[in-house]
């Protein structure tokens, strides 16, 4: 089965300066990559997704590259603010129908030092 | 109008208890889940109906039983609790090309 490897544990970055999360993957026809948010109590969110026939995506501050060759994504945040603090998950999954099982990350707990 | 419910919110129960948690999505999606969430953070799929179909069963203790009675709705129910059943016990839908939306979790507790 699937296996996602996500790393670091944790990250502590200044206010105002950038983070990226890194995460590999092993189910080479794994197509669909999202990324939750997981403030502390309560539910992980979506925040952005990439499919394996985009190698970027962006949404404001927020965005993910994807390379299939090397199984890897990214996801990074710009001009990090306290409220990005939280636990961030990547997940994988291949987008068949009716079995979008999401294998999850081990999670990211990114802090925001002000 | 919330898009994933689940009830109850938190649980405390003895050992050996049977217990069940309710999940409802108005979201008109066809695929559900229950994902566990350990102490460490880590979501672990569980089960996962598709249309009132099993299609996931992953490696659960046949202690949890899963029931969907129509595609709106997946409810967990547990049997002879230990305290390792102790998580947070998300339930999620989905719809084929988006991504999941999570309930707000149920916190249990076994004693």
């Known amino acids: 089965g699937e296996n996602v490897e996500q790393h670091p544990s944790t990250l502590s970055v200044q206010e105002g300066d950038s983070a990226v999360i890194k995460c590999t993957y092993s189910?080479?026809?794994?197509?669909?990559f999202p990324w939750y948010k997981q403030e502390l109590g309560k539910r992980p969110q979506l925040i952005i997704d990439?499919?394996?026939?985009?190698g970027e995506k962006k949404d404001q501050r927020i965005a993910v590259t994807l390379n299939k060759t090397a199984k890897h994504f990214s996801l990074h945040i710009t001009e990090t603010q306290p409220e990005d603090s939280a636990v961030y998950f990547c997940?994988?999954?291949?987008?068949?129908?009716?079995?979008?099982?999401?294998?999850f990350g081990t999670g990211t707990r990114l802090t925001i030092i002000p | 109008d919330t898009a994933v419910s689940q009830t109850p919110k938190y649980l405390v129960t003895q050992m050996g208890n049977d217990k069940s948690i309710k999940c409802e999505q108005n979201?008109?999606?066809?695929?559900m889940y229950w994902y566990k969430q350990d102490s460490k953070k880590f979501l672990k799929i569980m089960f996962s109906?598709?249309?009132?179909?099993?299609?996931i069963n992953e490696t659960v203790p046949n202690r949890f039983s899963p029931k969907s009675p129509d595609k709106a709705h997946l409810n967990l129910h547990i049997n002879s609790l230990e305290l390792g059943d102790s998580a947070v016990y998300f339930c999620?839908?989905?719809?084929?090309?988006?991504?999941?939306?999570f309930g707000s979790g149920t916190r249990l507790t076994v004693v």
């Open positions: 999620a839908s989905s719809q084929r090309g988006t991504g999941y939306t």
């Open positions: 189910d080479s026809a794994s197509n669909y």
């Open positions: 990439i499919r394996s026939n985009v």
């Open positions: 997940a994988a999954s291949t987008d068949s129908f009716g079995n979008e099982k999401l294998t």
């Open positions: 979201l008109g999606h066809d695929t």
């Open positions: 109906y598709n249309n009132k179909e099993l299609i």
